[in-house]
């Protein structure tokens, strides 16, 4: 599978935004999905998780509550709403996505990386 993050920009804090994932060459739902990102001079660190149902989804705690992550097998796309976001949340976000199969968990080896957007929050 190939996919391709897109969505990102300048923002100011406290509005929202979304990103979204496009992904072809294989069906979507087929694959658990997930967001991670990587602020300037940091470690790329998980964001959040989606199961390839959608029923299940993961977060990481400084993102709970604030940021919502859901996709649309139908149209090979996931999305994530960053929802009040801060300065602190500007980095590169990237999806990735592995075949589903196991136990869900959101922070684990995913197997396919597309490019990532990058989200800059302004104060």
């Known amino acids: 599978v190939q996919l391709q993050a897109s969505g990102g920009g300048l923002v100011q804090a406290g509005h929202s935004l979304t990103l979204y994932c496009t992904a072809s060459g294989s069906p979507f739902g087929l694959y658990d999905m997930a967001w991670f990102r990587q602020a300037p001079g940091k470690e790329r660190e998980f964001v959040a998780a989606i199961s390839a149902s959608g029923r299940s989804t993961d977060y990481a705690d400084f993102v709970r509550g604030r940021f919502t992550i859901s996709r649309d097998n139908a149209k090979n796309t996931g999305f994530l709403q960053l929802n009040s976001p801060n300065p602190e949340d500007t980095a590169v976000y990237s999806c990735?996505?592995?075949?589903?199969?196991?136990?869900?968990?959101?922070?684990?080896?995913?197997?396919?990386w597309g490019q990532g957007t990058e989200v800059t929050v302004s104060s």
């Open positions: 990735a996505a592995t075949l589903s199969g196991g136990t869900f968990y959101g922070d684990r080896y995913y197997a396919y």
